[in-house]
């Protein structure tokens, strides 16, 4: 890696998703849910409603999926703030696993391999999150 590249320090997630806007987001769902369930009743034709249903509780797994990609990330930066090498790996891995364009999850990954003495691996994450637009605050 040219000086340029350099790695080292651990980036932290500044952004972050609160419960509150998740739990708003699923009770949309659960209101349409219910005026679904009301129509068929009702006997009326309520497909639509559970058409959108769909497309709500879909946008909202994916909401939840990134959360929990994040809370994944954070745990990763506890244990490397700690030096325990090996749980941070595996917390950034269960990141990238949920979303592999996790632009920080992949430079901190790079920032664990190398800090392992695996620079290969750490070149491979590390313009991995360049790619994905990971600006280093250095």
């Known amino acids: 890696m040219t000086s340029e590249q350099k790695i080292g320090k651990i980036g932290v ?3 972050v998703l609160r ?3 998740l739990s708003d987001r699923v009770k949309v769902a659960i209101d349409l849910y ?3 369930q009301m129509k068929f009743e ?3 034709d309520s497909l639509h409603e559970w058409e959108n249903i769909i497309k709500v509780l879909n946008a909202e797994i994916k909401h939840i ?3 929990v990609a994040i ?3 954070n745990i990763g930066v506890i244990y490397a703030q700690r ?3 090996k749980l941070a790996k595996k917390y950034f891995e269960l990141a990238l696993m949920i979303d592999e364009d996790y632009a920080l999850a992949n430079f901190n990954l790079a920032v664990v391999y190398k800090k392992m003495g695996k620079i290969d691996l750490a070149k491979k994450f590390y313009i991995r999150a360049k790619e994905l637009g990971y600006k280093s605050d250095k």
């Open 71 to 73: 809370a994944y990330h």
């Open 13 to 15: 997630e500044k952004k």
């Open 65 to 67: 999926e990134r959360f």
């Open 19 to 21: 419960i509150e806007e």
């Open 42 to 44: 009702h006997g009326q």
């Open 34 to 36: 219910n005026a679904a």
């Open 83 to 85: 030096n325990d090498l």
